[in-house]
């Protein structure tokens, strides 16, 4: 361990003696904490920003849609709702295909160079 590291360690075990932990807004309560795995590394901290700011990208407003429809069309007993819910998902699911489809193919133009690039590095 290096000098740095002891330090904050110190700082952080005298706060926790004197008390300074006790008022935290959370306190007791469980951490939501989140899987980043499947953004890339330098879009993370961009990701959060957004995230924490109320925006979610198209695909995610999507999913949770097609998750209450399809919770909402669990639970129906009316026919003609049932079609109609069953082509409000057919729809959702069509255009989150396609914005999927959409990144797939981004992702893949962008990073396909960067990957070439370490396949014949090595």
Same mark, same amino acid.
């Not at 939501?32 to 795995?37: C, F, P």
């Not at 429809?69 to 989150?96: G, H, N, P």
């Given at each position: ?7 904050? $360690?110190? *700082?952080?075990?005298?706060? &926790? ?15 939501? =904490?989140?899987? %980043? ?12 920003? =957004? ?17 209450? &429809?399809?919770? =909402? %069309?669990?639970?129906? $007993? ?6 109609? =819910?069953?082509?409000?998902?057919? $729809?959702?699911? %069509?255009?989150?295909? *396609? %914005? ?6 981004? &992702? ?15």
């Amino acid at each position: 361990m290096d000098f740095a590291w002891l330090v904050a $360690e110190d *700082k952080i075990k005298t706060a &926790l003696k004197n008390g300074d932990f006790d008022d935290l807004p959370g306190i007791g309560k469980r951490q939501n =904490l989140e899987d %980043l795995s499947m953004i890339p590394e330098d879009l993370r901290i961009a990701y959060k920003v =957004l995230k924490n700011s109320g925006y979610l990208p198209e695909e995610v407003d999507l999913k949770n849609e097609l998750l209450s &429809l399809e919770k =909402l %069309l669990e639970y129906c $007993e009316d026919d003609r709702e049932k079609e109609r =819910l069953k082509q409000r998902i057919s $729809e959702k699911q %069509l255009r989150y295909n *396609k %914005l999927y489809q959409e990144r797939r193919f981004r &992702l893949t133009k962008e990073y396909q160079p960067k990957v070439q690039k370490k396949l014949t590095e090595w």
